[in-house]
């Protein structure tokens, strides 16, 4: 045997024992006998470099090599879900999903996984690509790290799998290497992983993959996206993936009525904690691709999937302090510190108290036994005091706060609100770096070498004041401060001129509007083409634009009335920042529809309901959910709900079939 049939046939036996151990879990060969074979391979292909593969099961031991992230945009956009704790929300959902399809349909459960999420693309077979989720447009190239996961296949084995296709998933850190690992860190004396989702996340983010391997991370993959998919069902899918070497979960489940679905969610939230990894809930998904596609989506979640998260754990510890944040928009919360308590598996000490309100209500003391919950939150939050524990010589009562902890500006509580403000947003130190952090995020301008610590230290040498000053830098300001060297300082320079090319809307987002949104921001953008149109708006302009009420409204009116805001915008003007629409933009804008409500109803076969949306707005037109006598028309689909049908024939409105509706627009 050549050195080349020896090196190949090594690979595909090692890939073969990859696939039973930490797929199938079911190994053929000792360790000992695996490492002897990886070793062989790894000398034949140190001696051959000339027959070096870039997927070789030798891959999966990582390299020390550093290897900087480069971003690339997703094909498919990487949504989240729709997320409740409510079976009340997911029977609404069911019924939602029956009501709009109006035919049949299953609905395929699987359990939530609390990892990373990751998105791998194959090309005849091969790895070629994973990219984490990012900003759910735009992601880091992490294939490196990735091919260190031994559960992900480099090379798919069976047959049937499209030329080309992506398959998403969730990377994982199970419990028994987290705990490991925190051992670990304890003895180095070491800040602690405070969940398995952040270490698999921090992990996957190293630039040593060598690292990265030793970290023993593992995958479920849950979803199939491509042109030529074996099925139509998404189940039926993940079944195919299986045989090509996928790890797919083994507890998915078709369901044909809302009380299976309730059958599976009760069974699972008992022995969930029987699993190897973390879980959070369930994942509900409307099983025909072509359902899902009729279905769409809103602006930050698919109408056809919902995720039911299993309710918080509790537990009791001690209250030591109460101290207060402020955010960029001026918000104070209070935060409670804790005596530390395992809660659902992370290490809590600080605990969201909320808002004055919520903090009277509880009646603390310090000194008090509380329960602490974990939900979908970050920080998790104090639902009561333990009674039973309280004693005579109880604490001092909390009380918040009158002043400003930062500036020592008095609060305001705007009425109906719940929340105290500092006013003082021109001179509050958290306030300004917060609205600078905000600026440089990565769905704002995504200045790339700038972070929290680095803005912190330009505001405390006075290098920048807000957001617009940012343009004003220069690489002689930045090199030869702290943890500043040249390359850095000009990596910060170019990430700022970059931004310049960031399009308006993303511009209006950056500014930190209360209350405006992403999904405000463009909403904002298609109705102002310049932001000399937006700052001259006045209430009832702002008020007709689709989706924005007189909260919003309001908000917008107060940020320009401000001086400071106004000074901020002509300097971003001088610096070069788009303000305006492109020409490009611009173009893709008519005024066919304008003045013009439309509802949209049915099931569509050319375009999905969301593309209609989006024509519709591009148009002038405005999307509105219910029939009434000031609907210009209906765009009817297949299947239009009969009391639809009712009401448009009683009010005298018009249909128009997708082929009338873009002829219309041609």
Not at 257 to 267: A, K, L, P, Q, R
Not at 304 to 313: C, L, V
Not at 532 to 545: C, F, H, P, R
Not at 614 to 643: D, R
Request: with cysteine; glycine share 6%; charged share 30%.
């Amino acid at each position: 045997m050549t050195a080349k049939e020896k090196i190949e046939a090594l690979r595909e036996e090692l890939h073969r024992h990859n696939y039973n151990y930490y797929v199938l879990s079911q190994p053929t060969v000792s360790d000992k006998e695996f490492d002897e074979k990886m070793r062989e391979l790894q000398d034949l292909e140190e001696q051959h470099p000339e027959y070096y593969d870039e997927n070789s099961p030798s891959v999966r031991v990582g390299s020390d090599i550093n290897k900087n992230f480069i971003q690339v945009t997703h094909k498919y956009p990487m949504l989240s879900l729709a997320n409740t704790y409510s079976e009340e929300e997911i029977a609404d959902f069911y019924e939602r999903v029956r009501k709009t399809l109006n035919e049949e349909f299953e609905v395929c459960c699987e359990l939530k996984y609390d990892g990373s999420s990751i998105s791998l693309t194959y090309e005849k077979g091969i790895l070629v690509r994973a990219v984490t989720r990012g900003d759910g447009e735009k992601g880091d190239d992490v294939t490196t790290n990735v091919k260190t996961i031994r559960s992900i296949p480099l090379k798919l084995h069976g047959k049937g799998y499209p030329d080309a296709f992506e398959i998403r998933g969730e990377i994982l850190m199970p419990w028994l290497v987290f705990e490991e690992l925190n051992r670990e860190k304890e003895r180095r004396e070491e800040p602690l992983f405070a969940n398995p989702r952040n270490a698999a996340s921090g992990t996957l983010k190293l630039q040593n993959s060598a690292v990265v391997a030793s970290r023993k991370l593992d995958a479920y993959l849950y979803y199939l996206l491509g042109d030529k998919l074996p099925c139509d069902g998404h189940y039926e899918n993940l079944q195919e993936a299986a045989g090509w070497g996928f790890k797919i979960s083994p507890y998915l489940k078709k369901c044909s009525s809302i009380e299976e679905v309730f059958d599976y969610i009760h069974y699972w939230d008992t022995e969930r904690k029987k699993l190897p990894v973390a879980t959070d809930g369930i994942v509900i998904k409307v099983n025909s691709l072509r359902q899902q596609r009729n279905l769409g989506f809103t602006a930050k979640s698919p109408r056809w999937a919902i995720a039911y998260k299993f309710q918080a754990e509790k537990a009791c510890t001690r209250l030591n302090e109460v101290t207060y944040q402020v955010g960029r928009t001026g918000a104070v919360t209070p935060v409670a510190n804790l005596e530390p308590v395992l809660l659902a598996g992370t290490v809590v000490k600080r605990a969201s108290l909320h808002n004055a309100d919520i903090m009277e209500g509880l009646d603390l003391h310090i000194g008090d036994m509380v329960y602490v919950e974990k939900g979908g939150e970050i920080i998790p939050k104090i639902t009561g005091v333990d009674t039973n524990a309280i004693s005579m010589l109880r604490g001092e009562k909390v009380r918040f706060i009158e002043r400003c902890p930062e500036c020592k500006a008095r609060l305001i509580r705007i009425e109906g609100e719940a929340v105290h403000y500092c006013p003082n947003e021109a001179h509050c130190p958290p306030q300004i770096k917060g609205k600078i952090e905000h600026f440089i995020s990565r769905r704002a301008m995504n200045i790339e070498g700038l972070g929290p610590e680095t803005v912190d230290m330009f505001y405390k040498l006075g290098l920048v004041c807000n957001s617009a000053d940012l343009y004003r830098l220069t690489a002689d300001d930045i090199r030869g401060l702290e943890r500043m060297g040249d390359k850095s300082a000009e990596n910060i320079i170019q990430g700022v001129e970059k931004s310049k090319e960031v399009p308006f809307e993303r511009v209006i987002f950056a500014l930190g509007i209360r209350f405006v949104g992403e999904t405000v921001a463009k909403k904002l953008a298609r109705a102002f083409s310049t932001i000399d149109e937006l700052m001259g708006a006045d209430l009832e302009t702002l008020k007709n634009v689709d989706e924005i009420g007189e909260k919003i409204a309001e908000s917008i009116l107060k940020f320009f009335s401000q001086e400071n805001n106004r000074r901020i915008v002509d300097q971003l003007r001088n610096a070069g920042v788009q303000l305006q629409r492109s020409k490009e933009d611009a173009e893709q804008y008519t005024n066919k529809l304008a003045g013009q409500s439309i509802v949209i109803s049915g099931v569509f076969n050319l375009h999905s309901r969301d593309e209609y949306k989006e024509m519709i707005e591009k148009n002038g037109g405005k999307n509105v959910g219910s029939i009434s006598s000031k609907t210009s028309f209906i765009l009817a689909g297949e299947n239009m709900g009969p009391s639809k049908l009712e009401k448009a024939q009683k009010l005298g409105i018009r249909t128009l079939s997708e082929e009338e509706f873009l002829q219309l627009l041609e």
